[in-house]
């Protein structure tokens, strides 16, 4: 990485249904981040938080489709503050490092990284987050954050969700082991590239996130990386609020970010969503995500 890291806080928990997650900002910051990065020889600038609406006093149904996605207004409101720090980031030619709160911020994280250009993108996640309003069991957005980047079902109309930028021939989701019903039907509709856990076990973690890497920038002007701490088997990251057994293992995530690291010139964002400190044991999930992220920009053993 040869640009400056910048770290963008975004405390975000209104797209998920477990409280906690509005924490993670500074759990991974109290982890060491700045200091993983430095260390592995990395310029860092912290920009602090981006304001977040608190969900007291609010009705999570009250906006757009009828409670079926919850807090949509404020969900908007958060995401668009999100593109433009990413946009701001990005001109002063800095790589904006995003640190979630819940997933439901990759909306405005990739509409602030492609900004009308081409990117690709790799969604480390142990879910599809390919919901949309129709197909959602729960009404969270954090559930429907890759459908509505994709402009699914009524996100397409949504200027503020949908890139139309990203084309999902050049998405690719590793590690999905859970998904609703809906959604999986969806993902086998789509042009995306869906890597299961089980593709990962007979093939390696090198081998597909190699191959990832090559149909996200395959055509594309850049490359957003999104990872949520859930993709990691919870033994190794307990401080998510969607735990699903079956993941990777600590040395298969670093090495998977290892290699996103080899297409540093590529990469224009890179975001670490769902760490709950309420659910952790000794911060260690937020710890995990500190090291991931250095070794995503460069960090290496020798």
């Known amino acids: 990485m040869d640009r400056p890291v910048r770290v963008i806080g975004v405390p975000m928990d209104l797209g998920a249904d477990r409280r906690g997650v509005d924490m993670g900002p500074s759990a991974i910051r109290y982890a060491g ?17 981006l304001e977040v609406p608190r969900p007291e006093g609010r009705d999570p149904d009250a906006s757009w489709a009828d409670g079926r996605a919850k807090y949509l207004d404020e969900v908007e409101a958060v995401c668009r503050r999100v593109a433009d720090a ?4 990005r001109a002063h030619d800095q790589m904006p490092l995003v640190l979630g709160g819940d997933h439901s911020i990759a909306v405005g994280t ?13 969604w480390f996640d142990a879910h599809g987050d390919f919901n949309t309003p129709e197909t959602t069991p729960s009404g969270n957005v954090h559930g429907m954050s890759l459908a509505a980047v994709l402009g699914l079902g009524p996100f397409e109309e949504l200027d503020w969700a949908h890139t139309p930028a990203v084309d999902p021939a050049n998405v690719a989701l590793i590690g999905v082991r859970a998904l ?12 995306v590239t869906a890597y299961t856990m089980s593709d990962l076990d007979e093939r390696g973690v090198t081998t597909v996130v190699d191959e990832a890497i090559e ?3 395959d055509g594309t002007d850049g490359l957003h990386v999104s990872l949520d701490m859930d993709w990691l088997d919870p033994t190794e990251a307990p401080g998510v609020g969607t735990p699903v057994r079956g993941g990777v293992a600590y040395r298969e995530a670093h090495v998977a970010m290892e290699h996103v690291a080899h297409h540093a010139d590529d990469l224009r964002s ?3 969503v769902e760490v709950n400190p309420i659910l952790d044991h000794h911060n260690e999930t937020a710890e995990l995500a500190c090291e991931l992220a250095a070794s995503a920009v460069g960090k290496r053993i020798l």
């Open 180 to 191: 609703d019903p809906g959604e999986r039907e969806a993902i086998r509709e789509s042009e």
């Open 270 to 272: 890179l975001e670490l």
């Open 110 to 122: 990739t509409a602030g990284a492609a900004d009308g250009e081409d990117l690709g993108i790799l």
């Open 215 to 217: 149909r996200a920038t």
């Open 33 to 49: 981040l700045v200091e993983q990065l430095e260390g592995a020889g990395i310029e860092c600038v912290d920009w602090g938080d």
């Open 86 to 89: 990413i946009a701001q980031t």
